[in-house]
Each structure stands twice: as C-alpha cells, then as structure tokens.
C-alpha cells in the first residue's frame, strides 16, 4: 500500500463513520488516483506541468503525479487540505519543491487573486459532503460566488463538490486539464442540473467514464454512490466521449475519446441504460 494511504488510514481509523461522513473523508485508493493522473496527463501532453490538487488528504494524487509524470516536467505541485491532522502528515511526506502543502481552506484559495489562470493540471477526488453539512450563511455566499463570477445558479441542496468543481474554474490556465472523481448523482438529479451546464457550456468535456457499481473502488464509501470520472479542458467546445464499466486501467489511450459524448437529456439514463448505450 502507497505511504500516504496508510498514513491517511491511520488518521482516518481515529475517526467515527458519522464524522467522516460530515466532512466527506474517504481515502482514494492509490491505484486508482494513479490510473487518473495517467488518464489525465494523456490529454495535458507534453507541456510543463502546474499541478493542483484541491483536496490534498496525506498526498495520494502527489504519489501519483511523481509517479506518472517526468519530474523535470512538474513545475510546481500545489496540494490544499483544510484538515491539520492529513496536511501535517502531507508536508513531512513531502518537504521539498516542487510540492508544496498549504492548510487551507480550498473556496477561500479560490478567491486570491495571484491563483487565478495558474494551473495547467489538477487531479482530485473532492469531498462529498451533502447540502445539509454546509452551514445556510456558507452555502449563501458560496452561490453568490458562483453567480458572480460564472453566471450559473446553484441549487441550495448542491453538495459542496459543485461548489468546488465551479470555484475552481479561474484557477485554471487556458487549456487546462482538470479530472473530478464524483459521485455520478449529478448526472440526473435536478441540483445536478447547474453542473450538467457548466461542463457542456463552459468547458471542453473531453471524457466522462462511469464506473460500474460491481467494481469496488472505495471499501469505506457510501454503497449507493457510482463514481463518477470528469475530464476537462477549459475552453468552450463539447468534444469527447463517455464509457462505463471497470477501472480506467483498463481502457487504452486510443479508447479514451473513441466514444461520442451524449446529449444532455441522454445524460439522464440508468447506469445499465448507459451500458448498452455506450459499452
């Protein structure tokens, strides 16, 4: 198992299931995340790389960047984690630059100025924390934000992965390469809709894959979420394809965009409707 899974296990491990839940902790598994900074750099190319990862834990997405990517490449390598408790244990993993761990909280790393059109690369699996765990007066100033600086309108019952997913857009430079791991709810309930737009409208929607709920990849997350992957460019033009199925492991890179990308009101099928669709 990579050291930073272990050390998060660790800390993860001292904590109740309702605390975790609260918060949306829940580890990304080491392959996994390598499997996507590899799906992702595939599309980044060869440029130099300005990594971000929003929700850093102990630092599986930065194993997973040295990992995947030349070092001489990796410029810089920010990763952002609000809890002490994983960013201490990140910074000790990782002392030196290019990575550099900073305890904060991402939605306010979204609003400095000196971040915005900075990164070329980011690669995260955001928390999953349900409307209800947002505070009323955070969530009223999260939608003002997204109104404000997008001209989209959030629903109150969006799940602070939304909010993470649109605040982030000015962090990104042109053409940039961005992959959420998400739960795929967005894909049909109506508070899902403000995100449905923003990734056929504002960006290039390179690849969604769905993974099929028969292939575990978290052992501790919620058993009704289907992971959900979303590859972007930030540019305005819908261009890409969609699987479903197993991990991306198994897909080569030839197979990635080899599938077209639906319409939205298609965006509404099951997950088995999906399949026989675009398998």
Not at 150 to 177: D, E, R
Not at 208 to 227: C, G, K, S, T, Y
Request: with cysteine; proline share 6%.
């Amino acid at each position: 198992m990579n050291v930073p899974v272990i050390k998060q296990k660790e800390i993860d491990d001292c904590r109740t299931q309702e605390e975790r839940n609260r918060l949306g902790q829940f580890s990304t598994p080491f392959d996994l995340a390598r499997d996507i900074v590899k799906h992702s750099l595939h599309f980044h190319g060869n440029r130099d790389i300005c990594f971000l990862e929003p929700a850093l834990g102990t630092g599986v997405f930065f194993g997973a960047i040295e990992a995947g990517a030349d070092k001489e490449r990796i410029k810089q390598a920010s990763g952002i984690e609000l809890d002490a408790g994983y960013s201490s244990i990140a910074s000790e993993l990782w002392p030196d630059a290019p990575f550099r761990v900073i305890n904060q909280n991402f939605l306010d790393f979204t609003k400095l100025p000196e971040n915005r059109g900075t990164f070329s690369l980011l690669c995260t699996d955001p928390p999953y924390v349900r409307h209800h765990h947002i505070p009323s007066a955070v969530k009223s100033v999260l939608q003002g934000r997204v109104r404000s600086e997008l001209g989209l309108n959030p629903s109150g019952l969006s799940g602070l992965y939304v909010y993470f997913i649109l605040l982030s857009h000015h962090l990104l430079a042109p053409n940039a390469v961005a992959s959420w791991l998400i739960p795929s709810e967005f894909l049909s309930v109506n508070y899902g809709r403000v995100l449905r737009e923003y990734l056929l409208r504002r960006v290039t929607l390179t690849h969604i894959h769905q993974f099929d709920p028969a292939d575990v990849q978290f052992n501790d997350a919620m058993e009704e979420l289907l992971d959900c992957l979303n590859n972007l460019k930030k540019q305005v033009l819908i261009n890409g394809g969609r699987t479903y199925g197993g991990g991306l492991h198994k897909l080569e890179p030839s197979e990635l965009a080899s599938l077209p990308m639906p319409r939205l009101p298609e965006w509404l099928q099951t997950p088995k409707q999906a399949e026989l669709i675009f398998s």
